[in-house]
């Protein structure tokens, strides 16, 4: 037997291609079967058991970029497993020039605006007006978003729009409705607000309360105000005689702007970017006994929801 004969009978088995049949055993229903039908069943096989969400179950979620770093995106991607879920289960990304080629901003139900808006520059002012008109929810991702964060240092003279010199968070030109402060926020933060953004919207009843009951802080905290700064702490928490010396502001500081002292936080001033994160982080500070009484149920739906 030639190389080309032994070739088709490796990949043929005893009948050669031209249809004439070679040492079949008769009766032998896998002899019987052509190549074409053996591979389009196992084709078959391959494609059958993914069974496909239906697309108007998802929520429509959009990333805007506006005077920011792209550290809050890197944020969200950083949850690897947990983004793919998302946007397997629960939401279509609709917008976002980082990933992928839609140029204007669309009609969506979540909006994540990352970064400040330099008022100085007409496209990005006019971008934020159109994403607060396009959203049903937009969420400040991030302390530039939130709170200004170190474009509040921005004073411009830069080349080559030395022009560019006011820079302001999004809530001082829009209405904001939950705020994910941070720099970055944590990628579990960004994952649990999507996840609870999906349950208020699609949601049973029990559901909805349960993402309202975690929602509600961030949005209590975008009603709070633009400002923050490493003084938050002392004047909110220390000078109320709440601190209990747990040491997380410290530790969510990315600048390292406040060492704890005899059991206690300080502030190096100079160094604070005002990224609000130490405000946030601190158990003392925002969040509600609502959310803390349920932490296991959040905890169980957010796990339960990020199944792959
Ligand atoms: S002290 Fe640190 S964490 Fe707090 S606002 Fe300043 S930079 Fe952010
Ligand atoms: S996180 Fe809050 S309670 Fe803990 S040390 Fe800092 S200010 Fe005090």
Request: aromatic share 6%; net charge negative; with cysteine.
């Amino acid at each position: 037997m030639g190389i080309l004969e032994s070739l088709k009978t490796l990949l043929f088995g005893k009948r050669d291609v031209s249809g004439e049949k070679q040492d079949e055993k008769p009766g032998s229903a896998k002899a019987e079967k052509p190549a074409d039908v053996i591979i389009e069943e196992k084709a078959s096989i391959i494609k059958e058991p993914k069974e496909e969400k239906p697309v108007a179950d998802k929520i429509t979620v959009g990333h805007v970029h506006m005077s920011g770093c792209t550290g809050c995106l890197v944020s969200f991607a950083d949850t690897y497993e947990g983004l793919l879920t998302i946007l397997d289960k629960y939401a279509d990304l609709v917008y976002c020039l980082t990933l992928a080629d839609v140029r204007h901003i669309p009609e969506m139900d979540v909006a994540l605006v990352e970064g400040s808006v330099c008022i100085n520059d007409h496209l990005s002012v006019e971008e934020i007006i159109e994403t607060r008109k396009n959203a049903k929810i937009v969420v400040a991702l991030g302390g530039c978003a939130c709170y200004g964060n170190i474009t509040r240092f921005c004073r411009g003279g830069q080349m080559n729009q030395p022009q560019h010199e006011g820079f302001l968070p999004i809530g001082d030109l829009i209405d904001v409705d939950v705020y994910i402060p941070g720099c970055a926020p944590t990628p579990q933060q960004i994952r649990n607000v999507c996840v609870m953004a999906y349950l208020l919207l699609k949601g049973n009843d029990e559901q909805k309360a349960l993402a309202g009951a975690y929602l509600t802080p961030f949005m209590n905290l975008a009603k709070a105000g633009t400002e923050a700064c490493g003084c938050d702490i002392m004047t909110q928490v220390i000078n109320q005689g709440l601190c209990m010396g747990c040491g997380s502001c410290a530790a969510a500081c990315p600048v390292r702007a406040i060492s704890m002292e005899y059991g206690k936080p300080q502030i190096e001033r100079d160094l604070c970017i005002k990224c609000g994160a130490c405000y946030a982080q601190c158990p003392r500070s925002f969040f509600s006994f609502d959310v803390v009484n349920q932490y296991e149920g959040i905890m169980d739906a957010i796990d339960a929801a990020m199944q792959p």
